[in-house]
C-alpha cells in the first residue's frame, strides 16, 4: 500500500507557490535526501557525511534583515497537543523541536508547519523582515 505523502504534497504544493510568486528572487531547497531508500553502504557513507543533525525539511534561501535563513519542518499534522504549545509525545518529534531550537539559537527562523498557507505566511513575514513565531494551530 502506498503512503498517501501528504507532506510531499503540502511542499510541492508550497514550492509552486513561492515559484509563481517569486519568480526565482527566493531559493528553496527541499532535502529529499531522506526520503529515499539507501543500502546499507549509502546510509553508511550519508552518516560520515554529516554530524549528528536533523536537517529540517526545507531550507528558504532569501536575505533578511534578521535571519539567515528560513527553516521549515513539515508535518502531515500539528505536533502539538491540541490547543496547547505542548508537542506530542514522540522521540523523533522531539529531537526534531531540539533541532528547531538550536537554529533559532543561532540566529535562523525555523518551524513546524504543516499546512502551505501557513508556509506563505512563514515566508512572507521573513521576507518583511518580521519576527517568525511558531503557530500551533
Not at 526534531?96 to 513546524?112: I, S, T
Request: hydrophobic share 40%.
Amino acid at each position: 500500500m502506498m503512503k498517501k505523502q501528504d507532506e510531499y504534497k503540502m511542499q510541492a504544493a508550497f514550492v509552486y507557490a513561492v515559484q509563481m510568486k517569486y519568480k526565482g528572487s527566493v531559493i528553496v531547497f527541499s532535502d529529499t535526501a531522506a526520503h529515499i531508500g539507501k543500502t546499507m553502504q549509502q546510509q553508511l557513507r550519508a552518516n560520515k557525511l554529516s554530524s549528528n543533525f536533523k536537517q529540517p525539511d526545507m531550507t528558504i534561501f532569501a536575505m533578511s534583515e534578521i535571519y539567515g535563513a528560513l527553516l521549515i519542518e513539515w508535518k502531515a499534522k500539528s505536533p502539538y497537543k491540541k490547543n496547547s504549545t505542548e508537542l506530542l509525545k514522540n522521540e523523533h518529534i522531539e529531537a526534531q523541536n531540539d533541532c528547531l531550537n538550536e537554529l533559532k539559537a543561532r540566529g535562523y527562523a525555523a518551524v513546524f508547519c504543516w499546512d502551505v498557507h501557513t508556509g506563505l505566511q512563514y515566508l512572507e513575514g521573513y521576507l518583511n523582515n518580521k519576527i517568525i513565531t511558531q503557530k500551533y494551530e
